[in-house]
T-cell receptor
Framework: DAGVIQSPRHEVTEMGQEVTLRCKPI?????LFWYRQTMMRGLELLIY????????DSGMPEDRFSAKMPNASFSTLKIQPSEPRDSAVYFC?????????????FGDGTRLSIL | DQQVKQNSPSLSVQEGRISILNCDYT??????FLWYKKYPAEGPTFLIS?????DKNEDGRFTVFLNKSAKHLSLHIVPSQPGDSAVYFC????????????FGDGTTLTVKP
């Protein structure tokens, strides 16, 4: 069974450019999470969805960040315009219903570098 | 306010010995706790969990202990192996926030052969 798939694995772009990160959750999972990992802030939750509906976006740092989940098998995290401080590893994770007692399954992350 | 804290950024242990990783939390509403392991260039993977109705859960070489009164949990690895070298994250959840976990900053474990 395929795990959570993220693309691209690495992204290097210049400040001001739009960045789109993609995630395909595990089939049948009802929850999808976006995290950001940095040395300074550790692993922080940005937003999560339940059945394609955003439930909590309180971790989204500012309006430059947006996330969508148009269907159960696809989600995007977009940064526009990007800034050097957005450089981090972004993880997507999914879990089945009754999620609070279910472990999350993580993708291998997208390493984003904004120059 | 960091609700889940792993105060030791790193831990070094000799192969065959016990590794003890610690985690403290401040929110008494948390009722489920998980440990994840992360290798470089990979995402975290689930290792072991414990419900607040228990004080111990064991899975092979891995045991998690929960002390609710102290709001403290620990992960014991016995015996430690070089392949256990990774970053270990503690995470906490509560029923009213179904699906959401709060993660600690992680502890890097190095097991020396």
């Amino acid at each position: 069974d395929a795990g959570v798939i993220q693309s691209p694995r690495h992204e290097v772009t210049e400040m001001g450019q739009e960045v789109t990160l993609r995630c395909k959750p595990i089939s049948g999972h009802d929850y999808l999470f976006w995290y950001r990992q940095t040395m300074m802030r550790g692993l922080e939750l940005l937003i999560y969805f339940n059945n394609n509906v955003p439930i909590d976006d309180s971790g989204m740092p500012e309006d430059r960040f947006s996330a969508k989940m148009p269907n159960a098998s696809f989600s995007t995290l977009k940064i526009q315009p990007s800034e050097p401080r957005d450089s981090a590893v972004y993880f997507c994770a999914s879990s089945p219903e009754r999620g609070y007692q279910q472990p999350q399954h993580f993708g291998d992350g997208t390493r984003l570098s904004i120059l | 306010d960091q609700q889940v804290k792993q105060n030791s950024p790193s831990l070094s242990v000799q192969e065959g010995r016990i590794s003890i990783l610690n985690c403290d939390y401040t929110n008494s509403m948390f009722d489920y706790f998980l440990w994840y392991k992360k290798y470089p260039a990979e995402g975290p993977t689930f290792l072991i969990s414990i419900s607040s109705i228990k004080d111990k859960n064991e899975d092979g070489r891995f045991t998690v202990f929960l002390n609710k009164s102290a709001k403290h949990l620990s992960l014991h690895i016995v015996p430690s192996q070089p392949g256990d070298s990774a970053v270990y994250f503690c995470a906490a959840s509560r029923n009213t926030n179904a699906g959401k976990s709060t993660f600690g900053d992680g502890t890097t474990l190095t097991v020396k052969p």
